[in-house]
């Protein structure tokens, strides 16, 4: 098995296995490679790229000051309404200005992943800067009181997948990108109830607890049973009716994560739907990595194709595993294996001499959230495994990620090319705690 070395600083040359990409992409690779020592002022994200001596992409300023100089640049953000202005905006540019070319919204994600951010930043300053606590409060708050669906329907006072910016609250109507005007992405609901029980842990403020709980019972109520032609629940449900549209729902990890948390917690009459989902995932989802994929699809909001596999569900699937291991999975490792290869497979290409991954089969670019996702669960199962296979990826991906931070703080949202704000998302809220878990598998990285 052929195998190329990526030198990692403080630590031994890593291999990473080379046939498990395409040929065309381990080409792009080592011919980049061979004479990158002679390349110059090669522009990336924000800055000019800084390569070592063996072609290895070096972080511009350290991980642990670009993420504080991110966070500091959103400690400024105007508060209005409440909230501040990225909380209820997507589309934002470097000057907290909303861009106009697109006032739509994707609150759920959004906020619950951006919740989920700084839950870990707070935990990773020692629990001594409230005012990432705080942050997380704002955008808790929304969720709770912005952004659920009317108090009638099928899915009453659930968590809204889109809407648009600066509403409080959100329209009945609201549904907007590829969502139609009563729809709402039952999967959304679940990130955002995940979040709200995380939040409800480390505050006790029963609100979070409440629409965490509101959100599972009505999963619940609404789960149906999943075979190899459709997931527990359809990627998108009218509120009002129940009638689904796209019979697949690829991310399913976080219904899985709402369940089990609150399982913990004392709920069990959620026991009966974790395990059938648990049991779909194990009898049809995993096992559909080696066939044809279409049980991965659909995940975010402003696509509807239905032969759109995401590389974000199979990732935050694997991340689930490599934090609970044999408590959730016996067949951990395997299964990890089996996510990681999936995407690589189908979602990887080359950009500056770095393996970077995209989002979808319709939209390959390495967005922040995405590409950090990727090497945040590359450094997760390199610790947890014990096996240095994609180490360097893990490392380089996130380098690559994080050129998109400028030098004030202002982050973009991918370092393909110079830019200041755009999709929230994958500027900041699914972004940053993925740096963080990285740097909990591999503190030195952060230096």
């Known amino acids: 098995m052929r195998t190329f070395g990526i030198p990692v600083p403080g630590h031994t040359v890593i291999s990473a296995v080379a046939t498990r990409l395409t040929s065309a992409i381990f080409l792009s690779i080592f011919f980049w490679l061979a004479g990158a020592g002679t390349g110059r002022g090669q522009d990336l994200g924000n800055h000019k790229a800084v390569y070592d001596e063996h072609g290895t992409l070096q972080p511009w300023t350290s991980w642990r000051d670009a993420i504080e100089r991110e966070v500091k640049w959103y400690s400024h953000c105007p508060v209005e309404h409440g909230?501040?202005?990225f909380v209820y905006t997507t589309f934002m540019d470097g000057e907290f200005e909303p861009q106009t070319r697109n006032a739509t919204f994707i609150p759920a994600t959004q906020n619950g992943m951006g919740i989920?951010?700084?839950?870990?930043?707070?935990?990773?300053k020692g629990k001594q800067e409230a005012s990432a606590l705080r942050m997380a409060r704002y955008m808790g708050d929304y969720l709770v009181q912005e952004a659920n669906t009317p108090d009638e329907g099928v899915y009453p006072r659930f968590s809204r997948s889109t809407g648009w910016r600066a509403k409080f609250p959100q329209a009945a109507d609201c549904g907007s990108q590829?969502?139609?005007?009563?729809?709402?992405e039952p999967d959304k609901g679940g990130i955002a109830g995940y979040a709200l029980l995380l939040l409800w842990e480390e505050t006790h403020e029963d609100k979070y607890l409440q629409q965490a709980l509101h959100n599972a019972r009505i999963l619940a109520t609404n789960m149906v049973t999943g075979t190899a032609t459709n997931s527990p629940w359809p990627f998108r449900v009218d509120y009002r009716t129940g009638v689904g549209r796209g019979a697949v729902s690829g991310n399913m990890s976080f219904i899985l994560r709402l369940f089990d948390k609150l399982i913990e917690h004392g709920h069990q009459e959620l026991q009966p739907p974790r395990t059938a989902l648990w049991q779909w995932i194990k009898e049809y989802q995993l096992p559909d990595l080696a066939k044809d994929g279409l049980l991965w699809v659909q995940f975010f909001e402003d696509h509807q194709e239905l032969d759109n596999r995401t590389a974000w569900s199979p990732l935050n699937l694997a991340r689930y595993l490599l934090e609970r291991k044999e408590g959730l999975d016996p067949e951990w490792r395997q299964h990890v294996k089996a996510l990681i290869d999936f995407t690589n497979k189908r979602?990887?290409?080359?950009r500056n001499g770095v393996l970077v991954c995209g989002e979808q089969t319709h939209?390959?670019?390495?967005?922040?959230g995405i590409l950090s996702t990727y090497g945040a669960v590359l450094a997760m199962y390199t610790r947890a495994a014990g096996s240095n296979e994609f180490k360097g990826l893990a490392y380089?991906?996130?380098?690559?990620?994080?050129?998109?931070?400028?030098?004030?703080?202002c982050p973009g949202h991918r370092a393909t090319g110079p830019s200041r704000g755009g999709w929230q998302e994958d500027a900041h809220t699914d972004k940053l705690h993925n740096v963080l878990d990285a740097l909990a598998a591999f503190p030195d990285w952060g230096k």
């Open 396 to 409: 380089q991906a996130l380098n690559f990620c994080l050129y998109a931070v400028d030098n004030d703080g």
């Open 347 to 350: 979602f990887t290409t080359v």
């Open 116 to 124: 989920i951010s700084y839950l870990k930043y707070y935990a990773y």
């Open 363 to 368: 939209d390959l670019d390495p967005w922040g």
């Open 178 to 184: 590829n969502d139609q005007p009563y729809e709402i």
């Open 83 to 85: 909230y501040p202005r």
